[in-house]
């Protein structure tokens, strides 16, 4: 249900650890943010002319990544996402939000 | 049921109709000569398991009747000149978000701190343009008590069905004074309340009108609609815009609500206007005694007539046209320096000679000050 | 796993109007996190706001909304929840809305100890208007009221929320999201007035004009010039000099709560007539 279209929300997941990011590249004001405050240097801000500020963050390294969240938190636009791999297992795992439970609650 | 009879003051009267009209919540601050309406109300209210708040100030209140009213409680503030002012601008906001309330200003003198024990009839004009901006406000303005109560419930039913603020003007001496009446009973009035939308929540809009309506379905807060209410220009999913076409037509329709129900939202009294040469317009309690100089003159050979508005805004333009093509003269009697005479002026439309007899000051103008200027025009 | 906002969005209004790096997104996204860890319901819970760029918020949350006139949110919100008090009345608003012109609907909350919950984004500045200063804004900061630096001295709003009589006070910032999540969930569960104070970041504004135009410049200032609860407790005075506490301040259960009391009230006012109405005429 993003508020943009589907091809501008670009996901890569760790085969290494499970963990994915995904950043709407529509919703992204490349406001620098988490790729500062990430401790692992996971993303990295790039040019792209047709996007916001003429700038998106991408995940430059996601086997780097610890699924700390802090990106996703401190993303100020809904643009990032984290999926966690679910404990115990290195890799694969559910990476739809339905997981989470939410939906059963409402 | 047998009937109540009943010795109450103005401001007593306001509160226990306000609550036969179904009014369950009050938001005040102290003011005088309006006190007293928070008085009964802070009594009442519990009773009949409503709400009453006195508010940190007169702002507060305005908000909170407003915030009370989209949750779906008929709610009201009272208030004087000072307060008033003070609630301008969630007077529009009001307007904005077209959320029934009701407005009780008991008049006294001003401007300013004024005379708050004293009456006055100088917010008359206020009551239209007090707050900034296009809208449009409905006020009703009641002379004996009897007739407050049946005009409060009006002020209810017509918040209800136009989504509008309705002011209701008194002045210090009907807040004040007392008379003797029968209690209506329920069977001699009827309530109206805001129509709901009967469409799911998918398809609500909360400012959206159909088939040449003027009121969008009010839905209420928490009922499953969570629509969104903002003093900005919005659209009619109620968001803000700022397209210049939308704007515009929304401003539109909401000045029309008033402006083409005039025949539900007029209201006056004419005495001896059928063949009156000297028309006396007043309202409020200087009607009063204008009633009295009109028979006055009348005893003595003057054609004299009365016109007393009782819903003042929108102001009876036709019925003065109407009554000033017949006329020699008119006398406007208000307790200000001038302003149901600038309607007055505007409305006649003609050459006929207009007279004011203003007085303020805080006491009454009394019926031989009027005569006095009837028969200097007559 | 992941966490899903959209369920709490009005997503067909994205992107929203805040400026690249804003710390009002973070509130935002904190508070939804919050509300979904308490299994709330959109349609119970109602969002109100005044006048400024936080106070935009509500327009992007899938509940019931209401953006006021600047610096009332309180007052509406009060009405509201003295109607519904079986609803979740939230309020979310800027240091300047909320403490300025807002300032005396604010302390009287407070006193009240309406459950209500009030989140102030508090950047130090009034962004929407153009970056004048605000009763938070520190001494010697310029402003766009301030070209010769701010000479007022400024709030402490916890210290002005926990005076007034609030019974939950916190404090968050923006760089922790997990921190003010946690906050902001206790604050909502609390049964009284809650105040969470957010320091947040306005680098257009505030930050340009004080040399940290980058948000995380900015970001990084705030972190640095906090310290948290438990470490604040072992510091003295000097030390804390310039330093704004983070986390829970203060919270009390007891006091009781208006809805509550005037539900005796009304409890007490039906009985008496019940029983004038029933006893013999005189």
């Not at chain 2, 040469?277 to 200087?286: A, M, R």
């Not at chain 3, 012109?101 to 100890?113: E, K, T, V």
């Amino acid at each position: 249900m993003s508020a943009t279209p589907a091809d501008s929300v670009v996901l890569v997941k760790s085969e290494k650890t499970g963990h994915a990011i995904t950043i709407d590249e529509i919703l992204c004001k490349g406001c620098t943010i988490c790729v500062e405050i990430c401790p692992k240097d996971v993303l990295e801000m790039v040019d792209a002319i047709d996007r916001w500020e003429g700038a998106t963050a991408r995940v430059k390294d996601i086997d780097a990544c610890i699924a700390c969240f802090i990106c996703e938190h401190e993303c100020p636009d809904f643009a990032l996402l984290v999926y966690a791999a679910p404990k115990g297992e290195e890799s694969g795992g559910g990476l739809n939000g339905e997981e989470s439970g939410f939906l059963d609650r409402q | 049921m047998a009937k109540k009879a009943v010795f109450w003051t103005g401001n007593e009267v306001a509160a226990e109709a306000a609550i036969a009209a179904g009014c369950r919540f009050f938001a005040g601050y102290p003011i005088t000569p309006s006190s007293e309406i928070a008085s009964v109300m802070s009594l009442r209210l519990p009773e009949e398991s409503g709400t009453f708040i006195q508010m940190e100030d007169e702002i507060a209140a305005m908000g909170a009747i407003i915030g009370a009213s989209l949750a779906g409680v008929k709610s009201m503030t009272a208030t004087s000149g000072p307060g008033f002012s003070l609630k301008q601008e969630n007077i529009g906001f009001a307007c904005m978000v077209e959320a029934p309330c009701v407005i009780v200003n008991v008049q006294r003198g001003g401007p300013s701190t004024g005379l708050p024990t004293h009456p006055g009839q100088s917010d008359l004009m206020q009551a239209r343009w007090g707050t900034h901006g296009d809208h449009t406000t409905v006020a009703l303005a009641p002379a004996y008590l009897s007739e407050l109560y049946f005009e409060m419930i009006r002020a209810f039913n017509l918040s209800e069905k136009f989504r509008v603020p309705v002011i209701v003007l008194l002045d210090e001496i009907l807040g004040h004074m007392s008379e003797c009446f029968e209690v209506p009973t329920p069977k001699e009035y009827t309530i109206i309340n805001r129509v709901k939308p009967t469409c799911p929540p998918e398809k609500y809009n909360p400012y959206e009108v159909r088939d040449g309506q003027l009121v969008p379905e009010m839905a209420s807060y928490f009922e499953g609609y969570r629509f969104h209410a903002t003093g900005l220009n919005h659209d009619k999913t109620g968001f803000p815009t700022t397209d210049p076409v939308v704007c515009h037509q929304d401003e539109v329709r909401q000045l029309a609500k008033i402006s083409r129900n005039r025949a539900e939202i007029d209201s006056w009294e004419e005495v001896m206007t059928e063949d009156a040469e000297i028309l006396v317009v007043s309202f409020g309690s200087t009607a009063r005694g204008a009633h009295s100089a009109v028979l006055e003159m009348r005893k003595q050979g003057i054609r004299a007539g009365l016109f007393r508005p009782i819903t003042v805004w929108p102001f009876p333009d036709e019925e003065v046209r109407r009554l000033a093509r017949k006329a020699k003269a008119i006398v406007v009697a208000e307790m200000n320096l001038g302003q149901m005479i600038l309607e007055v002026e505007r409305a006649a439309h003609s050459d006929i000679k207009i007279v004011g007899c203003q007085k303020v000051g805080g006491v009454p103008v009394e019926p031989y000050e009027i005569v006095a200027k009837i028969r200097e025009v007559a | 796993m992941a966490f899903d906002y959209t369920p709490y969005m009005r997503m067909s209004k994205l992107p929203h109007l805040w400026c690249p790096g804003c710390g009002i997104g973070i509130v935002v996204k904190s508070l939804i996190r919050a509300i979904d860890r308490l299994g709330w319901l959109k349609d119970d819970i109602a969002v109100v706001s005044g006048i400024g760029c936080t106070s935009r918020a509500p327009g992007y949350l899938d509940m019931n909304t209401l953006h006021t006139t600047h610096g009332r949110a309180i007052s509406f919100a009060t009405g509201i929840k003295l109607v519904r008090p079986d609803k979740h009345v939230i309020v979310i608003a800027g240091d300047g809305d909320m403490v300025a012109i807002g300032g005396n609907h604010f302390i009287h909350a407070c006193r009240r100890n309406i459950d209500i919950t009030c989140i102030i984004n508090n950047n130090n500045i009034y962004g929407m208007t153009g970056g004048q200063y605000s009763p938070t804004t520190p001494r010697g900061a310029k402003a766009s009221s301030a070209p010769w630096g701010n000479m007022e001295p400024c709030f402490d709003l916890t210290n002005l929320a926990m005076g007034a009589g609030a019974t939950y006070v916190a404090r968050g910032q923006v760089n922790n999201g997990v921190q003010l999540e946690r906050l902001i969930r206790d604050g909502l569960g609390h049964h009284g007035f809650s105040v969470i104070e957010v320091l947040s970041n306005c680098h257009t504004q505030f930050g340009r004009r004080n040399k940290l135009p980058d948000p995380m410049q900015l970001i990084k200032h705030i972190q640095d010039k906090t310290v948290p609860k438990s470490k604040a407790e072992k510091m003295d005075s000097a030390e804390l000099a310039g330093k704004f506490v983070v986390g829970e301040l203060f919270r009390d259960a007891d006091r009781p709560e208006f809805c509550d009391e005037y539900a005796k009230l009304q409890e007490r006012a039906q009985a008496a007539t019940k029983k004038k109405a029933a006893a013999p005429v005189a």
